[in-house]
């Protein structure tokens, strides 16, 4: 029974192999060598022929390509319709314009422009002189004399709610720098009232007129000028007198 399960198994699989269909060769001549050793457009070829074999197409013939125009096209078929009318709408934006097309060559001038946006008849040397003689534009520019309104400088308008003192004044009244002491000044607990006091006012020119609304600058009640130069929290007189330079 051992010796004839042996037979019986290699029938089964002769077989077997019978049933399997033949792959067509990969196209190589020397099967051992590779891809890339032999001629690579003899590959290509063999290559598209195992393609078409294995799905049981053949390679189909290449068509042949005509080197005639469009417009020689006429068998009556949708493509020779189709290049029919291309030739026609080529041939129509031709002369879209309604002018025939020019060649670009020397003799050839560029054409003239009219209306030329960039520079008005007003500022062109040329067009002008040719229009008009200097005596017309002298009377020109007597006729647009005659239309000009002079306008007469007046009084500047008084601010409302201002009462207070004016720190431009003082600024071109006082002649001393920042920090050039001229009045007598506390130094008893000077420099702690001083950041106190100059952080109530948002700017140094409203803490100057306090300052002077208060006394100043012979009087400081609130410390606001500790080192006793007349002016208030770090104010500076000098771009109001630079104004008047």
């Not at 319709?81 to 080529?90: E, G, I, K, R, S």
């Not at 006729?143 to 306008?151: D, G, H, M, S």
């Not at 007469?152 to 308008?157: E, F, I, M, S, V």
């Not at 020119?205 to 208060?214: G, H, K, P, T």
Request: glycine share 8%.
């Amino acid at each position: 029974m051992r010796f004839s399960i042996v037979p019986m198994g290699l029938a089964a699989l002769l077989a077997l192999a019978a049933c399997d269909p033949t792959i067509p060769d990969s196209g190589v001549p020397d099967p051992g060598a590779g891809v890339g050793f032999g001629d690579y457009a003899e590959y290509q070829k063999r290559q598209v022929a195992r393609d078409a074999a294995l799905q049981g197409q053949s390679v189909p013939a290449p068509s042949a390509v005509s080197g005639q125009p469009l417009s020689a096209v006429s068998d009556g078929t949708a493509g020779s319709d189709v290049a029919a009318d291309t030739a026609a709408v080529l041939a129509a934006t031709r002369t879209n314009s309604g002018d025939a097309p020019l060649d670009a060559s020397p003799s050839n001038p560029p054409p003239v422009q009219l209306n030329n946006p960039g520079i008005s008849d007003e500022n062109d040397f040329a067009t002008v002189s040719a229009e008009r003689s200097r005596q017309d534009d002298a009377a020109r520019q007597a006729a647009l004399k005659q239309n000009y309104t002079q306008i007469q400088p007046t009084a500047l308008p008084s601010r409302a709610g201002a009462a207070g003192p004016n720190i431009v004044a003082y600024a071109l009244a006082s002649s001393n720098g920042v920090g050039q002491s001229i009045y007598k000044r506390s130094n008893f607990n000077a420099q702690a009232r001083y950041q106190k006091n100059c952080a109530k006012y948002a700017s140094p020119d409203l803490a100057q007129e306090a300052f002077l609304a208060s006394g100043g600058p012979q009087k400081d009640k609130q410390g606001l000028d500790p080192d006793g130069d007349g002016f208030a929290c770090a104010w500076d007189p000098a771009p109001f007198r630079k104004v008047k330079q």
